[in-house]
């Protein structure tokens, strides 16, 4: 049940963009973004339904293909405050309730000057 | 607003030895969850829960019980600890289900060690 995040890890310049792929084997409900700094609880970025949507937050914007049980975080201008480590969670519908979150293992984005 | 508050921060434990972690959420969420973080990894969902006296399995849920008497509290008990159990646990709780734009709120963590 585990969401697939690729990359791994991904190192890049201050201002270059950068892609976080999250895929599930299972259909989705929803999946939510979250980004963590070493040492702190995750922060949350976004949620994207089921319906097919895009959502941008300032340079952060991301989609959601629930055809192709997929979720893209786009990441553009890369700034230093960027840097950390992105969680996709895919949401499942267990029972007719929708209340089961399931994180992949999470990409770790460097940024340098 | 506290929001969710975990404690202990830190705790050693002896191996067998026995904890409750504690988790306080005091915005009325109705779904709380219970994850650990092993180092470099990513967060694995233990227990959750949808409401007062609901609680259901997780991914990992071997080695741990949980309760859920109040809305805002979700405690976490560990019996007879194993060094397998090393991790840092995050408690999160949300306000509506998977339905609704509505995220997890998470706490600061419990960093255990097992010894």
């Known amino acids: 049940q585990q969401p697939v995040q690729s990359p791994q890890a991904v190192i890049l310049r201050e201002g270059e963009d950068a892609v976080i792929n999250c895929s599930s084997s299972?259909?989705?409900?929803?999946v939510h973004w979250y980004r963590q700094k070493h040492g702190e609880a995750p922060v949350f970025l976004m949620i994207l339904l089921k319906g097919g949507e895009q959502k941008g937050h300032e340079k952060i914007s991301a989609s959601f293909n629930e055809k192709k049980q997929q979720s893209s975080l786009y990441l553009t201008a890369s700034q230093l405050s960027y840097s950390g480590t992105y969680f996709c969670g895919t949401g499942f519908e267990t029972g007719g309730s929708a209340s089961k979150i399931i994180f992949g293992s999470g990409t770790r984005l460097s940024i340098r000057p | 607003n506290a929001g969710v508050t975990q404690t202990p921060k830190f705790r050693i434990l002896k191996i067998g030895q026995s904890m409750t972690l504690q988790c306080t959420q005091d915005?009325?969420?109705?779904?709380m969850y219970w994850y650990r973080q092993d180092p470099g990894m990513g967060l694995k969902l233990i227990y959750y829960?949808?409401?007062?006296?609901?609680?259901d399995k997780g991914e990992v849920p071997n080695g741990y019980n949980v309760s859920r008497s109040t809305t805002e509290d979700f405690p976490l008990r560990l019996e007879l600890a194993a060094p397998s159990q090393t991790s840092v646990y995050f408690c999160?709780?949300?306000?509506?289900?998977?339905?609704?734009?509505?995220?997890?709120?998470f706490g600061n963590g419990t960093r255990l060690t097992v010894t």
């Open positions: 829960s949808v409401g007062a006296g609901i609680t």
């Open positions: 299972k259909a989705l409900y929803s």
């Open positions: 915005m009325n969420h109705n779904y």
């Open positions: 999160a709780s949300s306000y509506m289900g998977l339905s609704y734009n509505s995220p997890l709120h």
